[in-house]
């Protein structure tokens, strides 16, 4: 059970990484537009994260 939960957080944490990374990229007039879109992809990945450890800590109250 620690080792999915484990994983599941190195996988958000890769996955964010890896969408700044490529958010980052790119002319300089899309770099301007992005950053608004980079700040609410962040935001989406920030409440996501949040409902998975409030349900994974359910799961684990319930089990």
């Known amino acids: ?3 999915l ?4 957080v190195i996988i958000g944490i890769i996955s964010l990484i890896g ?4 958010a980052g ?3 300089s ?3 301007s537009a992005t950053k608004k879109n980079t ?3 962040t935001l989406i990945y920030v409440v996501i994260i949040l ?3 409030i349900a994974l800590a ?3 109250i319930r089990w």
């Open 19 to 22: 969408t700044l990374l490529i």
């Open 51 to 53: 409902l998975s450890v």
């Open 5 to 8: 939960m484990i994983l599941i």
């Open 39 to 41: 700040t609410n992809l």
């Open 58 to 60: 359910i799961y684990i």
């Open 29 to 31: 007039n899309y770099s």
């Open 1 to 3: 059970m620690k080792i």
């Open 25 to 27: 990229k790119g002319d």
